[in-house]
Nanobody, 119 residues
């Protein structure tokens, strides 16, 4: 069973940076895609970024492209989200998620970590 544990959230001023981590366990992830999503109060959960575990191919939402960077450490089974130039509108609970490359939907989720950006 896949387990995902996020860490690294917190309170930061606008323009600052945070680095989120997602420790993955429970299986081999070579055929998986790892994603970051976020959900602000009263809003739908939205896609932020994803990375293929094997080749490291990345995809970003328009709202974060150029400011956020997703990466992974295969040896440590950990996925990162480096967030720079943070804005108040980035405030949300950030979730790590995983899916097999054969699946269209993410089916494993972490518990989430709060990111709050003050103006």
């Amino acid at each position: 069973q896949v387990q995902l544990v996020e860490s690294g959230g917190g309170l930061v001023q606008a323009g600052g940076s945070l680095r989120l981590s997602c420790a993955a366990s429970g299986r081999t992830f070579s055929n998986y895609i790892m994603g970051w999503f976020r959900q602000a109060p009263g809003e739908e959960r939205e896609f932020v970024a994803s990375i293929t575990w094997s080749r490291g191919n990345t995809v970003y939402a328009d709202s974060v492209r150029g400011r956020f960077t997703i990466s992974r450490d295969n040896a440590k089974n950990t996925v990162f989200l480096q967030m720079n130039s943070l804005k108040p509108e980035d405030t949300a609970v950030y979730y790590c998620a995983a899916r097999s490359i054969r699946n269209s939907k993410y089916d494993s989720w972490g518990q989430g970590t709060q990111v709050t950006v003050s103006s």
